[in-house]
């Protein structure tokens, strides 16, 4: 009688920091903290978003027309807490699913022409969102992940706006 091998389970780290490489691109810089414990069916993860300063060099390097075009505002900083729900624990590959709640500065770009009316209120914002993603760990260190967040933000409890946000993380599991 022959002994069926079985594979033993990877022992992952838990918790994570990252760095969305998305936000980089929309000239943010965004970090963020998970931590896992227990268990690991449940964890927080606190979101740190700053504008880059380097984000007017870099477009007033760029002379065509596609190179001076901005969003109507500009995220200063923005944190919060995601409470996560991870249905199949920690894996390899990791479904997570909870909901978001954040707070934000955003400021009115100066180079920008809103029409009167036809803008978004500028300053504190508060976000309440839901999440879903993937993260996918490489050894028991490197990780990727992506993760889509869905809402709304209001400026004040009678205007309501859609609020989508992205994560694509690379990070280091500790």
Avoid: W
């Amino acid at each position: 009688m022959q002994k069926k091998i079985r594979p033993q389970p990877v022992e992952l780290k838990r918790n994570l920091i990252s760095f969305n490489v998305l936000d980089l691109m929309l000239k943010n810089i965004s970090f963020s903290v998970d931590f896992v414990p227990g268990e690991g069916k449940f964890g927080i993860t606190m979101p740190l978003t700053f504008y880059s300063p380097l984000s007017k060099a870099i477009q007033n390097s760029n002379s065509s027309d596609m190179g001076k075009y901005h969003e109507s505002l500009a995220t200063y900083i923005r944190a919060g807490f995601d409470f996560n729900y991870y249905p199949y624990g920690q894996r390899k590959y990791t479904l997570v699913t909870g909901v978001s709640m954040q707070g934000a500065y955003l400021k009115r770009d100066v180079d920008v022409q809103v029409d009167e009316g036809h803008g978004v209120y500028q300053g504190l914002y508060f976000y309440f969102l839901g999440k879903t993603g993937v993260t996918a760990t490489f050894g028991q260190r490197f990780s990727l992940s992506l993760i889509v967040h869905a809402g709304v933000k209001t400026p004040d409890v009678e205007t309501f706006y859609f609020a989508m946000l992205g994560n694509v993380g690379v990070g280091v599991r500790f």
